[in-house]
């Protein structure tokens, strides 16, 4: 059999605009030569970096991924039982392969609808399509003052035009390149965190079932560290959620709205997805018990139940806006129907999300608060009312449905200036000291 010669080499025959070259793999059979784009550019000066015996960096990570490349030509040279150039590229640019990025994500999102997680499939649909818009330099899809046609259309001449990302390809630099060209978007660091890390899971996933050298892995220590984004202090204090609570609604749907968000705040900062699921066998006299939907699947061996104590205020509210007649089975709230698909309760979800958004944001206006205010802050509103009333943090973190105190402890926003002014001036209270 004659022997098919693979190499990854520096094409110089035409530069490209910025004075680099075009880092190809090159097949060699029966005297006929065929080049095939890995995705990277390099001028001469680094490519030969990337070949000397003892690369350092970046350089490192460039000859790895460039051995991975020539490594899997080889294993599908070895699959094909009569070599021909077609039929090469036909397997090694494959979609179903493990080893390209975005085959993967479309698997994933394959996995993660058949199991009805449909708003984990979201996010790695954003990151996908973010993703493709970054290797081809296309614009972001917006969704604002779009029409569902539109945006449907937008993602499929995207898909269309997409071209093979090798994981080997995704480099600490390639990385670092897409935070920037988000950034330069518009998009904020807890997007780009979140879009990121629906990578790095799929970077995991395949290092796991051998189809990727661990070596290649760009993320951690040393390497590209996803950001962790602003956070962002959301919590009221108790002042302004009392003028919430006794603001006189215009209508019923502000009406509505406002009690939903005092429910959600009573209720140990329940989710609305959450509220939408509640039905009435989960309330006894005393309490209100729930699993958070977000833990279902991701926490199943150590499942959190949470308990809401009843108060008269969320009696009332239930009275006033709760499905009639009260049977077991029904939903406390007229927010879902029964037979809805995972994707039909997303959307139905993220609609009275919005709504609630809505009015809540009047609401604030109205009453003076000066802060954004939305159905998240009432979550974290009840768990900073709790810390500065002096609740221990372990029944604060019991009560969110957390696993592990440092998750609480990024909810607790900080103390009120004349909280902090109370304790400093202890520093100099010399007055009330033990005389030594």
């Not at 609480?408 to 209270?429: C, G, P």
Request: hydrophobic fraction near 35%; charged fraction near 30%; proline fraction near 3%.
């Amino acid at each position: 059999m004659i022997p098919v010669l693979t190499s990854v080499m520096l094409d110089t025959r035409r530069p490209l605009k910025d004075g680099s070259f075009p880092v190809r793999l090159r097949l060699t059979y029966q005297r006929q030569r065929k080049y095939f784009n890995t995705n990277y550019n390099l001028t001469e000066e680094e490519f030969a970096k990337t070949q000397s015996e003892k690369p350092r960096g970046r350089y490192k990570e460039l000859q790895l991924a460039f051995q991975a490349i020539e490594q899997k030509a080889i294993k599908v040279i070895g699959k094909i039982p009569s070599f021909s150039f077609g039929e090469f590229e036909k397997k090694f640019l494959g979609r179903s392969s493990r080893d390209e990025v975005f085959s993967t994500y479309e698997q994933q999102l394959i996995k993660l609808r058949s199991e009805g997680q449909a708003g984990t499939a979201s996010f790695y649909e954003s990151a996908y399509y973010s993703l493709i818009s970054y290797t081809l330099k296309e614009p972001l899809i917006a969704r604002k003052g779009l029409k569902l046609e539109d945006v449907k259309k937008r993602k499929e001449n995207l898909v269309k035009k997409k071209k093979p990302l090798l994981f080997s390809s995704v480099t600490v630099d390639f990385l670092k390149g897409y935070e920037k060209w988000m950034l330069s978007r518009g998009k904020t660091l807890t997007s780009i965190s979140m879009y990121l890390r629906t990578l790095r899971t799929l970077f995991n996933d395949v290092i796991a079932t051998g189809d990727l050298n661990k070596d290649l892995y760009p993320f951690g220590k040393r390497k590209y560290q996803v950001p962790a984004g602003k956070s962002v202090k959301k919590a009221l204090v108790l002042s302004d959620i009392e003028k919430i609570f006794h603001y006189e609604t215009c209508h019923k749907s502000e009406a509505k709205a406002r009690d939903l968000w005092v429910f959600s705040y009573l209720c140990n900062g329940i989710n609305v997805k959450d509220i939408a699921r509640l039905k009435y066998k989960q309330l006894s006299k005393e309490t209100i018990t729930f699993i958070r939907a977000k833990t279902e699947r991701t926490s199943r061996h150590d499942l959190k139940t949470i308990v809401a104590m009843r108060t008269p205020e969320i009696d009332q509210i239930i009275e006033r806006w709760g499905n009639k007649p009260a049977l077991s089975d029904s939903y406390v709230f007229p927010i879902l129907t029964d037979g809805l698909t995972p994707e039909e309760e997303l959307a139905t979800v993220r609609q009275a999300t919005k709504t609630m958004n809505k009015y809540i944001k009047r609401i604030a206006a109205a009453v003076g608060i000066d802060k954004n205010v939305t159905t998240y802050t009432a979550r974290h509103s009840f768990s900073t009312v709790l810390k500065r009333a002096g609740a221990p943090i372990e029944f604060i973190s019991e009560s969110l449905g957390h696993s592990n105190l440092k998750t609480t402890e990024s909810y607790l926003d900080s103390f009120e200036d004349n909280v902090k002014r109370q304790y400093t001036a202890q520093l100099t209270a010399f007055k009330n000291a033990d005389k030594v």
